[in-house]
């Protein structure tokens, strides 16, 4: 009996590699680009090497910068993950709650957050806490909808079980609602992952002083951006990249590990 | 070695459009002909820093006067704002010629920016902090561990925290006077000519300290790109000597040529405000300097210059110093001012 | 026959039920079952034989008449109750048995006792090995399974059923009919079973309750005098195929006349 030929598979080192090598092929490209640039237009794009010089010479100044944002970020995500929490529970007691205060959480999100700003600068005083709060304003509202959503959603079966045997408010909304919610829940907190960082950013490029000591990274894209130092400048945006991918990274592995036994999202196909 | 011309033409323009909005260039003037009866005018871009106010006055003067239209030149004041990068929107072309500050320029220059200063139309910058009058602290060595309202990445805050041996806090800038006339503990960065005079209107009672003072004492410039100065020397030359004349005027005759304007094209301009500005040059000998110690009004020299990159290098803000010829020209200056650049 | 199993433990008198100012779903329903009968309710869709059950469970208020639940009314009834819906039902962020657990839970039970418990549960439905195992790792008939040791766990006097194998193939919804018949053998509650399917109906019960719709009303009900246990055996003789016959009879000229 002959066996058939096993199919050719592409070795999955390879296939891990990819993006790598994809990489390595751009920075080649951003060089060529760089080198046809003549002298006079050479500061429109800092070349790698360049870019690479910056995060050595400014690294301890990157270093904090991103320990600052990163630690206004997750307290101004800490909080908006608990509030947003606490206001989706209150908001999912009955659609008249949801219709007397959605409106204002609305406007609370379409009012633009660099008119927001001063006026918040004004009342708490610029620092740690004005960037904190701004934060919170931009990744809070997504969760609240999300989560709200989630706990409105379960399962009308689940609902008439619950009830019929006779359980209280409070274990219908603790046993039953919240867990079904879950999938939502981390849906919101995956986009205010992606947001929080951007905010704490924002922020302390209006609200400065970021934790009460050095600046943070938006402090330092004004020093960069007013120097004219370009490749630092572009360091910095990397370095705002990372600690976006960490919180997003960082809340995966969250709802991984609370919904990986028994949530389809995170079934392997032949399961 | 070149690439084809394509790509980064293509890539230089999408930075300079993202840089400086969407607006085409201008094409550029047209390099000067041997004929000056009959060349056009040069079309002159000059942006300035802020809404016009007195601090610009000299150029208005100019302008109203017709010195500039007198030496065949076209002449747009741009005004700038907030936010407003003059630096960045000269590089990508959508102005030819700006006001700044000397200390910045060099810092530039070092970075193989392609600028130039070609006069000075201030001799002291009239950066100052701005306290309030019972504050505790009155020199700068009583700074220490203050914080201050500032351009973030200024250089005169590490001069000031290396020379006095202070520590400094830093917020970034938002150009209003509310928090300082809420919290009397505040300090912040402003011209002696302007932000006092809102706050002693709303009541308060301000006091400065000049930079110049502690010994950061940078030129106020006009400068220009080494392509327009390459292309059109001429032009300049005579933009400079206009601009200086209308300084002369606004300052020491009657400004009220450039204050119809200036009051034209800024609402929120009073006469009050203009005159306190006036005023605060003269006293601070801002635009004039000191005759005591041979400063006068346009005079540009080598030691000064010589003198801030000295300070910056010292300040490791700059790696190592910057030629002089590689930022500053002296021959453009009308030749009274010429000879005493030396 | 003992005397025990002539006593009333459901009684429905005059019964009418209807949603707000909505039609009339229910009008005078009556029926009196005893303990240990297993009565089904079949009839056309939209006769309100569902909702028969959700008033006996408490779940819904009646607009008028009386239900009686083994003496009292039904939402005081609710440990004696237990309810096994159309779907499983089953909280997919539990195992099974948590799930199993559950009503337990709910009642206040301890941990330690409710485990026992629902580890038995799930030994009468066969899946005593699956205890770990989570809803979406079980087949269709599997997870029915665990809803029925659900409700088997808090030991039930009155077992209500909702069409609850209505979903399944037809092998395994007569192997559950057969392993739902064996678990009764041994414990002994009365069930209300509704179904669409005459053939399930006349093999479980030994009352058959017809309804008619628009509004619902019990049209006739026929004994089933088949003897228990009935097998895989009983589907092949005679006389339940007769049964089934007379009771399709009577199913169809109900729905004639809702026509």
């Not at chain 1, 600690?243 to 389809?264: E, M, N, T």
């Not at chain 2, 206009?242 to 119809?260: H, Q, T, V």
Request: glycine share 8%; charged share 20%.
């Amino acid at each position: 009996m002959t066996l058939a030929k096993p199919r050719r598979r592409v070795p999955r080192l390879l296939v891990q590699l990819l993006p790598a090598l994809t990489g390595v092929g751009m920075i080649i490209g951003w060089e060529a680009i760089c080198l046809s640039l003549s002298a006079d237009q050479r500061f429109l794009l800092p070349s790698p090497a360049e870019v690479g010089r910056a995060f050595v010479e400014k690294g301890p100044a990157l270093w904090s910068a991103a320990m600052a944002t990163g630690g206004g970020a997750l307290i101004g995500f800490g909080l908006a993950v608990t509030l947003s929490f606490l206001i989706a529970l209150f908001l999912s007691l009955s659609p008249l709650v949801r219709a007397s205060f959605y409106p204002y959480l609305m406007i609370l999100q379409m009012t633009p957050i660099i008119v927001i700003a001063p006026i918040l600068i004004l009342w708490v005083g610029p620092g740690l806490k004005s960037v904190v709060i701004i934060t919170f304003l931009i990744c809070f509202f997504p969760m609240v909808v999300n989560t709200t959503q989630g706990l409105i959603s379960t399962d009308r079966n689940l609902v008439d079980f619950f009830r019929m045997c006779k359980a209280s408010r409070w274990q219908e909304i603790t046993l039953l609602r919240v867990p079904s919610a879950l999938p939502y829940f981390f849906t919101g907190l995956r986009i205010g992952a992606t947001l929080a960082p951007i905010g704490a950013i924002v922020g302390d490029y209006i609200a400065g002083n970021s934790a009460g000591g050095q600046g943070g990274l938006g402090f330092l894209t004004i020093i960069y951006s007013s120097q004219f130092q370009m490749g630092a400048l572009f360091a910095t945006a990397a370095v705002g990249c990372l600690l976006g991918f960490i919180f997003v990274a960082g809340v995966i592995a969250l709802s991984w590990l609370a919904l990986h036994k028994w949530h389809d999202s995170f079934s392997r196909s032949d399961a | 070695m070149r690439l084809p011309g394509p790509v980064p033409l293509l890539v230089a323009g999408l930075l300079a459009a993202l840089a400086g909005g969407c607006s085409k260039p201008a094409p550029p003037s047209l390099p000067e002909t041997s004929t000056p009866a009959l060349a056009l005018p040069t079309k002159i871009r000059f942006k300035t820093d802020w809404y016009p106010q007195a601090e610009h006055g000299g150029f208005y003067q100019a302008m109203a006067k017709g010195y500039y239209k007198d030496a065949n030149l076209d002449v747009d004041i741009l005004q700038g704002g907030p936010g407003v990068t003059v630096p960045q929107l000269m590089l990508s072309g959508q102005c030819d010629v700006a006001m700044g500050r000397s200390d910045d320029i060099i810092v530039w220059s070092q970075q193989n920016l392609p600028f130039m200063i070609v006069a000075v139309y201030m001799e002291h910058d009239p950066q100052a902090l701005m306290l309030h009058e019972e504050d505790s602290a009155k020199t700068f060595a009583d700074l220490d561990h203050r914080t201050i309202m500032l351009n973030v990445g200024v250089h005169w805050m590490d001069y000031l925290e290396q020379k006095y041996h202070i520590t400094l806090q830093a917020i970034p800038m938002n150009y209003g006077i509310a928090q300082f006339l809420s919290d009397k503990t505040f300090i912040q960065q402003c011209f002696v000519t302007n932000e006092p005079y809102y706050v002693l209107k709303s009541g308060g009672h301000p006091r400065t300290l000049m930079l110049a003072e502690a010994g950061y004492n940078p030129y106020r410039v006009i400068f220009t790109t080494k392509g327009f100065v390459r292309d059109h020397p001429e032009a300049v030359r005579k933009f400079i000597a206009a601009s200086l004349k209308g300084w002369d005027e606004f300052m020491n005759g009657d400004p009220s040529p450039a204050k119809a304007i200036i009051a034209r094209r800024n609402e929120h301009m009073t006469d009050d405000f203009m005159n306190f500005s006036i005023k605060a040059m003269r006293e601070q000998h801002i635009t004039a300097g000191r005759p005591e110690i041979g400063e006068r009004f346009g005079l540009m020299t080598r030691p000064r210059m010589q003198e801030q990159v000295d300070i910056l290098t010292k300040l490791k803000v700059m790696p190592a110093p910057v030629p002089l010829d590689n930022f500053v020209r002296f021959d453009l200056l009308p030749p009274d001012l010429q000879a005493s650049a030396q | 026959m003992t005397s025990e199993s002539l006593v009333p433990i459901v009684e429905l008198a005059g019964v009418d039920k209807r949603y707000g100012d909505g039609p009339l779903i229910l009008d005078q329903v009556s029926f009196t079952a005893k303990r240990g009968d297993f009565v089904s309710l079949i009839g056309p869709s939209g006769c309100g034989k569902s909702t028969v059950l959700k008033l006996v469970s408490g779940l819904n208020p009646i607009s008028g008449g009386r239900i009686v639940v083994d003496g009292v009314e039904p939402s005081k009834a609710v440990e004696k109750l237990a309810f096994v819906f159309q779907e499983p039902t089953l909280l997919p962020w539990h195992n099974v048995v948590h799930n199993v657990e559950l009503p337990l839970r709910l009642h206040g039970t301890d941990a330690a006792q409710r485990t026992e418990l629902a580890k038995r549960a799930l030994a009468l439905v066969g899946l005593a090995d699956r205890m770990d195992y989570y809803p979406r790792q079980l087949s269709g008939g599997q997870k029915m399974r665990v809803s029925i040791a659900r409700a088997l766990s808090v030991s039930p006097r009155i077992l209500l059923l909702d069409e609850p194998f209505g979903a399944l193939d037809e092998m395994t919804r007569d192997h559950l009919n057969e392993e739902l018949l064996a678990i009764r053998q041994q414990l002994g509650w009365t069930a209300f079973f509704v179904t669409h399917s005459v053939a399930e109906a006349v093999f479980l019960s030994n009352r058959i309750i017809v309804m008619s719709a628009n509004p619902g009303r019990i049209y006739s009900e026929i004994p089933v005098s088949l003897a228990y246990p009935r097998t895989e055996e009983t589907r092949q003789s005679p006389e339940y195929q007769k049964l089934v016959a007379e009771v399709s009879k009577i199913l169809r000229s109900v729905e004639r006349l809702k026509a």
